[in-house]
């Protein structure tokens, strides 16, 4: 206006409702007038990566800094120092079925995961799926990642071994919960019994299976390749299933006791 127009600076400043003085005052870069701020916190964002802006306020007060909070905090968020915060995931009231033994193979199944690593440091991780009536080892899952997918796979080859069944028990891992392996159980007609979080209790069979295979084979080497983890696995799963006795089955490895089961209910049929 004042170039175009030959208008007084001060009428100009008028139509456009901006004072005189803000017109006067220079520009000033953000970074220049409060890089004794930035210096500071790029300080303490080295000496600790994780902490908040909070915990940053808290340690420029310790160190004499003179910055009030809303100051240190224009500045955080302007360098992109902000975290997003991690929401706890509301999950819906679990009404768990309460734990028992299974009078038949195929009523309930358990399903968990593990993880480990291997020498060079990759982590692997380890699905593992039993049957509740005779704490068969019917599945152990080996990879680097186990997602949904691959869970309706490992089912859909257990469906043409072993069959399905009725009841399913599981945590509320984000891989039980995804709508593809949801859908797929309603599919097939398995009913998911989520057991409550925080309370790994209700799914004592898989859990005791887990410390089984940890303490047996997980801890007891440094595996070097996924190979060598699913070849020792699946031996000691062979080993657990057809020669180790397991107390709550009267001494009897899990196949031996489903075998005597079928033996007596074909009597008991056939008097």
Same mark, same amino acid.
């Given at each position: 206006m004042i170039q175009n127009h030959d208008i007084s600076i001060s009428r100009s400043c008028r139509c456009v409702g901006l004072s005189r003085t803000a017109f006067y005052q220079q520009p000033i870069d953000w970074?220049?007038?409060d890089k004794p701020v930035i210096d500071a916190l790029n300080q303490l964002?080295?000496? =600790?990566?994780?902490?908040?802006f909070w915990k940053y306020r808290d340690i420029l007060a310790l160190r004499g800094y003179p910055w009030n909070h809303k100051k240190i905090y224009r500045v955080y968020c302007e360098l992109g120092l902000n975290q997003a915060r991690r929401t706890k995931k509301r999950l819906p009231e679990r009404d768990p079925i309460p734990l =028992?033994?299974?009078?038949?193979?195929?009523?309930?199944?358990?399903?968990d995961f593990m993880s480990d690593a291997l020498y060079r440091g990759s982590r692997i991780r380890l699905f593992n799926v039993i049957d509740d009536f005779n704490r068969e080892s019917l599945m152990i899952e080996v990879d680097t990642s186990l997602r949904a997918a691959r869970l309706v796979r490992v089912f859909e080859r257990l469906k043409e071994t072993s069959g399905l069944p009725d009841v399913l028990r599981v945590d509320n891992g984000p891989e039980f919960l995804s709508g593809v392996f949801v859908e797929w159980c309603q599919a097939n007609g398995i009913f998911i019994d989520y057991i409550e979080p925080g309370k790994p209790n209700q799914n004592a069979f898989i859990e005791r299976f887990n410390r089984s295979l940890r303490n047996e084979v997980l801890d007891l080497y440094l595996f070097r390749s996924l190979a060598q983890v699913r070849q020792l696995t699946?031996?000691?799963?062979r080993q657990y299933n057809e020669q180790r006795p397991h107390d709550s089955l009267g001494g009897l490895p899990p196949t031996v006791y489903a075998n005597q089961d079928r033996k007596n209910s074909s009597f008991e049929l056939s008097t």
């Open positions: 970074m220049q007038r964002t080295e000496e =600790f990566p994780r902490s908040g =028992f033994v299974p009078q038949a193979p195929n009523q309930v199944w358990s399903a699946s031996e000691w799963q």
